[in-house]
């Protein structure tokens, strides 16, 4: 059965950070293009950061220099970094997964909350 699992959100003032987690289970991550994807209330979701193998990476330009997407393969498990967090940053977060080529996300998560605020 295939599942993502995120994790590591949270309340956190502006300029803090935060650590994400997205746990897979029931396919590889080494076999996939693993990303982040956050939607704020009343907003689309939007693509956040992506990661391919070998270590390719791709931010949205509202996180590029704050955010840093990594992977463990060996964990089947993908990190968000977040550093120097701001108030519009609040959202759910959700990890993604696709095969390679694939113009469409396979797999996602439920989602991990993240608040920024004082």
């Known amino acids: 059965q295939v599942e993502l699992v995120e994790s590591g959100g949270g309340l956190v003032q502006p300029g803090g950070s935060l650590r994400l987690s997205c746990a897979a289970s029931?396919?590889?991550?080494?076999?996939?293009?693993m990303s982040w994807h956050r939607q704020a209330p009343g907003k689309e979701r939007e693509l956040v950061a992506l990661?391919?193998?070998?270590?390719?990476?791709t931010y949205a330009d509202s996180v590029k220099g704050r955010f840093t997407i990594s992977r463990d393969n060996a964990k089947n498990t993908v990190y968000l970094q977040m550093n120097s967090l701001k108030p519009e940053d609040t959202a759910i977060y959700y990890c993604?997964?696709?095969?390679?080529?694939?113009?469409?996300?396979?797999?996602w998560g439920k989602g991990t909350q993240v608040t920024v605020s004082y």
């Open positions: 993604y997964a696709k095969r390679y080529g694939s113009t469409t996300w396979d797999y």
């Open positions: 029931g396919f590889t991550t080494s076999s996939r293009v």
């Open positions: 990661t391919t193998t070998p270590g390719i990476t």
